[in-house]
């Protein structure tokens, strides 16, 4: 038999706990939410960044198509080096489009929201949330940490 330590307990408890809120989350009303569909190749990606760069659902389109290629390309076998190939590039995307080419909705913020929208981006992109959840974080993180006007 398995044995079950406290740590799992914990986890499973933690677990239970968060399936009210997101059960709460699940409820909102989806009118008026982008959806941006996948660059048909690398040059679609380029001529229309200003576009991907200008929504969240945008990024996440571009950074799911851009991983598929660099997992591609440099041929990785392992798992979890894809996986955080998939991490990584969400975040690059934000950094180079906003504080580089200056295009998007995230040009004029600072650094952390950038980085946390990145990481957002790479949230939806990998399937572990709707770009909805993601919003609803993202602005309650602008509430809560953001500079007070």
Do not use: E, H
Not at 77 to 89: D, E, G, L, P, Y
Not at 106 to 132: E, K, R, Y
């Amino acid at each position: 038999m398995k044995r079950v330590t406290k740590l799992t307990k914990v986890i499973f408890l933690s677990l239970i706990m968060m399936l009210p809120f997101t059960m709460l989350l699940a409820q909102v009303d989806t009118t008026g939410i982008d959806t941006v569909p996948l660059p048909t190749d690398v040059f679609d990606l380029f001529a229309n960044f200003g576009a991907y760069m200008g929504s969240l659902a945008g990024l996440a389109a571009a950074s799911l198509f851009l991983s598929k290629i660099v997992n591609s390309w440099s041929k990785i076998t392992k798992a979890w080096i894809k996986q955080v190939v998939s991490w990584v590039i969400p975040v690059v995307i934000a950094l180079v489009g906003t504080f580089i080419v200056k295009v998007g909705i995230l040009v004029g913020q600072p650094f952390w929201i950038v980085l946390v929208s990145g990481a957002a981006a790479g949230l939806v992109s990998n399937g572990i949330f709707d770009i909805v959840i993601v919003k609803q974080l993202l602005n309650w993180l602008a509430v809560k940490f953001g500079k007070k006007q």
